[in-house]
């Protein structure tokens, strides 16, 4: 019984963890002025590159990433 009792509230414990650890914050920088691969439309970052990059992001529930348009000098110096 003792046992059984250590087991349950190790894996309680575990489950909680996981509901409480915060997704993980990424911003990818992508060049705002290269159509059509990636572009700013409306203010939003949009284009094939940005397409596939979201396709990609969508199966990873633990990252939150955005996708920051910014002028690709500005990019490069920012890296």
Do not use: C
Not at 41 to 51: A, E, Q, V
Request: glycine share 8%; proline share 5%; no cysteine.
């Amino acid at each position: 019984m003792h046992k059984l009792m250590i087991f349950i509230t190790l894996a309680g414990n575990l489950i909680l963890a996981k509901l409480v650890i915060a997704a993980e914050s990424v911003t990818v920088i992508a060049d705002e002025a290269y159509p059509p691969y990636s572009y700013k439309k409306d203010g939003k970052m949009t284009g094939i590159y940005t397409d596939i990059l979201r396709a990609v992001f969508y199966g990873m529930p633990d990252y939150k990433v955005t996708i920051e348009g910014v002028p690709w000098k500005r990019g490069l110096k920012m890296m």
